[in-house]
């Protein structure tokens, strides 16, 4: 009872805490309070329709992603290759993230580390090439020296999924490198902060009926939240069903071992019996006990899951980027307690 209670206590719990940490940054999982997406660049009548019809305090950037492959020095001197994720960001304000914060090594503003044809990478980057911060590596047509690492991306949930190291460089760097050609696969993201000025319900129907392009992909951080947590709902629904399942055989086992308690104290019930005791006072008795037993043990279970919340942060930092601060959450515990009970 306890584990089954604990593993449903557990999996509740740690939805509704990612549910609060989605909700604490929503606008920061997508970078902006809309994106516009498309595998290839807005024509110019769409950029000068979103310029035009959105207030003039609106601001735009535009962001290129695409894999490329990175040349790198051996220690023994030979060369070798390492496929990459590239993230292209403005060098120009409005700087990138327009909403959240990014996290590097040293804290210097991204803008700085990328200018001059820098680079900042996953840590992951340099332990698969063994180079350092000031190492050079090649990127298409030119150099590109490491000027720092970075440890949190604002609209990067999760880094379980990916080709390669992130390496962010700037839009000149991009260029000069040369790395896009025709046929290139390039995700082309235009990231738009709103003022205050127009509500972002308005913003999405004048986007929407305005841009001549209807094969790109326009969200807001709204869709983003909505889309993660129906992806958490999802995974929870699965996970809490391995936890009624081990409820379930946690009841199973109980009852044999009532069954099996009731059948060595039949001798104890006669005694009972012989006293005075009623039936339904001999019932009632064990069937105290054994609601105890249910309690203990969903109890444990709440407990159990508790404790489990403050390790699976720690245990995940390597995989999201969210702020997770464990709580207690009532809804949860008391769901997972009725259960055992």
């Known amino acids: 009872i306890a584990i089954g209670v604990g593993a449903m206590m557990t999996v509740k719990s740690f939805s509704s805490l990612i549910g609060t940490a989605i909700q604490g940054e929503s606008k920061g999982l997508l970078a902006a309070d809309l994106e516009i997406k498309s595998r290839w660049e807005q024509n110019l009548d769409d950029i000068k329709f979103?310029?035009?019809a959105l207030p003039p305090e609106t601001q735009f950037q535009f962001?290129?992603?695409l894999h490329a492959m990175a040349l790198y020095s051996e220690t023994n001197g030979g060369k070798a290759s390492l496929l990459v994720e590239l993230k292209s960001v403005p060098a120009q304000a409005p700087f990138y993230p327009m909403y959240g914060s990014i996290e590097s090594t040293p804290p210097h503003p991204l803008e700085n580390m990328l200018a001059n044809y820098g680079a900042v990478v996953d840590p992951a980057f340099l332990l698969r090439t063994n180079l350092k911060i000031g190492n050079f590596f090649q990127l298409g047509k030119i150099k590109v020296r490491i000027n720092g690492t970075i440890t949190k991306e604002p609209d990067r949930i999760t880094r379980a999924f990916s080709i390669g190291p992130r390496v962010f460089i700037s839009h000149p760097t991009l260029k000069k490198a040369d790395l896009i050609q025709v046929g290139s696969r390039v995700k082309h993201r235009t990231l738009i902060r709103l003022p205050k000025t127009i509500p972002?319900?308005?913003a999405l129907i004048i986007l929407e009926k305005?841009?001549?392009d209807k094969s790109l992909?326009?969200?807001s951080y709204k869709n983003m939240e909505s889309s993660i947590n129906d992806s958490i709902e999802r995974m929870g629904q699965y996970l809490k069903a391995l936890g009624i399942i081990a409820l379930l055989m946690g009841g199973i086992g109980v009852a044999m071992i009532i069954r099996t308690f009731m059948a060595q104290k039949l001798d104890t019930i006669a005694i009972l019996n012989c006293l005075g005791a009623s039936p339904r006072v001999i019932l009632k008795i064990y069937f105290l006990q054994s609601l105890l037993l249910g309690f203990l043990g969903?109890?444990?279970g709440v407990l159990l899951g508790y404790g489990i919340q403050f390790s699976l942060p720690s245990k995940l930092s390597g995989l999201t980027n969210l702020n997770l601060e464990p709580e207690f959450y009532w809804a949860p515990a008391l769901h997972s307690?009725?259960?055992?009970m």
Do not use: V
């Open 210 to 212: 305005g841009l001549t």
């Open 200 to 202: 972002l319900e308005n």
């Open 298 to 300: 969903s109890l444990i």
């Open 50 to 52: 979103q310029k035009a």
């Open 63 to 65: 962001i290129k992603e």
């Open 217 to 219: 992909s326009l969200r």
């Open 337 to 340: 307690f009725s259960l055992g």
